[in-house]
């Protein structure tokens, strides 16, 4: 038998013998240095984190990054399987654990480069650059040292804390205080103008390679307006003293604290001030996504369809009843083409495709559902049951039947028909 032969043979029995069921991360601290020239990142991150006592190892998403060290008084060894790192770990312990993490690598994807601009954000899949655990349902909080190179600024999840200058690069400390899933962990870096704002006492900050500060405001006008809206639907306050919007690069993104904005946005708002959706979606994330979050992909439209149906609803009040009878019509549109291309299904998947025919479902089919549902329960019922279902699940995590009930109970109908005809079938 060839060595690596028996190898394989080995860490397959070794593999079998684990059981890595279950993880509760409780926070992590990341010191991270992008290289934009290169396009990979240099990382290391402390993960404080609990699992059952029975349990002899612990399973971390790594993408493809290599893994340089795994070190903590618990950890007994390690080895990666394909896009995992898997940790076993000593029999007597003490919870919580904490495992100090080295990594290098060049991020597949997640991470967007543009060495030309300068430039670096994070779109979506942080387990591509950070050993993370990529669950929906694992909460915790982080904090951030992100190393970029003199003269750059820097956006992350949380609330700045401090930036220390050195001769060659700058150092951004960032904290996040309350737990959010995986994906909503990022950073953003370029060489911005800025503008900023103000709603209560939460400021407002907006940041662009391409936009002068004026620009930006202009974009972003109806930011702190959206804010009170939402806060108002869901009697929740915002849960950060910042928000901050960043105009650069070609993606969408909502992250804990910020959002990045695909450039060619800023080109239909200044065409139209009206078209402001965008806003309102990533915004509308804050609550819905971030904070009341799908327990996993099957009820993505939890996350998605409640973001676009919140940005018309705003529409709604900002503009007139015109805008958001304007919108509906949109989402309805996308909805009736998929049915006539035989594409209706179910806003529950079994399992999730990012495909555009999937997101029309997830996204406009789930908004026009809500619009519906409002339709058949009536505006009182309606925005009771949603401020409900939001207040209930903060900090949560959510399937499609605990919006069902919230519902239900709000509105003291038996909905079981609505949702068989229009979420299950
Ligand atoms: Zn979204």
Redesign the pocket.
């Known amino acids: 038998m060839s060595r690596i032969l028996l190898i394989i043979l080995v860490a397959g029995l070794f593999h079998n013998s684990l059981s890595y069921g279950q993880l509760d991360v409780i926070h992590y601290n990341l010191k991270i240095n992008p290289d934009i020239g290169s396009g990979t990142v240099k990382g290391e991150v402390i993960i404080d984190f609990e699992v059952p006592q029975e349990q002899d190892s612990v399973m971390f998403a790594c993408g493809n990054m290599q893994i340089d060290e795994v070190n903590g008084k618990n950890v007994s060894s390690h080895y990666t399987d394909g896009n995992s790192l898997i940790i076993k770990l000593k029999k007597k312990r003490k919870s919580p654990l904490s495992i100090n993490i080295s990594y290098h690598g060049k991020p597949k994807n997640g991470m967007k480069f543009n060495s030309e601009l300068n430039q670096v954000y994070t779109i979506y899949s942080t387990n591509e650059w950070m050993v993370c655990n990529d669950t929906f349902s694992d909460r915790a909080t982080i904090e951030m040292e992100i190393t970029v190179p003199e003269g750059l600024d820097c956006v992350g999840s949380g609330e700045l804390q401090e930036i220390i200058e050195s001769s060659d690069n700058r150092i951004f400390k960032w904290q996040q205080s309350y737990g959010t899933p995986f994906y909503t962990y990022g950073l953003a870096i370029g060489d911005f103008n800025e503008a900023t704002d103000q709603v209560g006492d939460k400021e407002l900050k907006y940041y662009s390679p391409v936009l002068t500060s004026e620009e930006l405001k202009k974009l972003y006008l109806e930011t702190p307006k959206m804010i009170s809206f939402f806060e108002e639907k869901t009697g929740i306050e915002y849960p950060q003293k910042t928000y901050t919007q960043v105009l650069m690069g070609s993606f969408y993104q909502?992250m804990s604290g910020f959002a990045v904005f695909n450039e060619k946005y800023a080109e239909s708002v200044f065409n139209d001030s009206s078209e402001i959706h965008l806003t309102g979606?990533?915004l509308a994330?804050q609550w819905w996504?971030n904070m009341i979050t799908c327990k996993n992909l099957q009820h993505f439209w939890l996350?998605?369809a409640f973001?676009v149906y919140m940005a018309s609803a705003f529409h709604e009040v900002h503009f007139g009843p015109e805008k958001y009878e304007a919108d509906i019509a949109i989402y309805k549109s996308i909805y009736d083409g998929l049915v006539k291309r035989g594409l209706d299904r179910s806003l529950i998947f079994e399992k999730w495709k990012p495909t555009r025919d999937n997101r029309g479902i997830a996204y406009y089919k789930g908004a026009y559902v809500l619009h519906l549902l409002r339709q058949e329960l009536g505006d009182e019922a309606f925005w009771k049951g949603v401020k409900e279902y939001s207040q209930k699940y903060y900090g949560k995590f959510v399937e499609t039947k605990d919006f069902q009930e919230s519902m239900e109970q709000a509105s003291e109908k038996d909905l079981s028909e609505f949702f068989e005809k229009w979420v299950h079938n």
């Open positions: 909502e979606h990533e994330h996504g996350n998605e973001a």
